[in-house]
């Protein structure tokens, strides 16, 4: 039995049938009005904080969007299959620049993320989160920081949902290790 769909989700849902009937702007409009903000913060978070070049990488997710929406069967949230096609913008820039996927990160640019309540929590988790294996980080990034449930993740990501979880699972373990002595200092 399917899950039922929650509202943010229907009106996507309504959202992308107007366009694909009517063809109506505003309703494309409305679309990337919900989405643009989480699809640019995917993006800065993959690139390592590179605003400029996820902006760049965005346009091309959202060009993409008009010309392939009606490849969107409703098999997952319209959310995730969003995310799925920034996440394969995002390899393919990486192929086509011929850049490694491990570039080293612009830990000051990416470390403006609201992750913690203090700035040194912020920095000492970003620089753990950095030394985690691409996957690892990446599927940490997915659904704590984007908020997909691990099936969604998985689809994004193109791995199998127990794949997805595991490394979840090692990449929290890694963090909890290497930040459990945690302690701010104060001068």
Do not use: I, N
Request: aromatic share 6%.
């Amino acid at each position: 039995m399917a899950e039922p769909l929650d509202p943010e989700d229907r009106l996507d849902r309504l959202l992308v049938r107007r366009v694909l009937d009517t063809g109506e702007a505003q309703a494309f409009e409305q679309l990337l009005r919900r989405h643009q903000g989480l699809v640019r913060a995917q993006l800065r978070r993959l690139l390592h904080g590179d605003a400029a070049q996820a902006d760049e990488l965005a346009q091309e997710v959202f060009l993409r969007l008009w010309r392939k929406l009606d490849q969107y069967r409703g098999e997952a949230r319209f959310a995730t299959w969003l995310f799925r096609l920034a996440y394969t913008v995002f390899l393919e820039s990486r192929r086509k620049s011929q850049l490694p996927l491990e570039e080293d990160a612009d830990l000051e640019g990416a470390a403006g993320a609201d992750l913690g309540p203090s700035p040194a929590l912020r920095l000492d988790l970003q620089q753990a989160l950095e030394r985690l294996p691409r996957p690892e980080r990446q599927a940490l990034m997915h659904c704590a920081e984007l908020g997909l449930s691990h099936e969604e993740a998985a689809q994004v990501m193109g791995l199998p949902l127990g794949t997805l979880k595991s490394h979840v699972q090692r990449g929290k373990q890694r963090l909890r290790s290497w930040l459990q002595d945690w302690k701010e200092t104060t001068p």
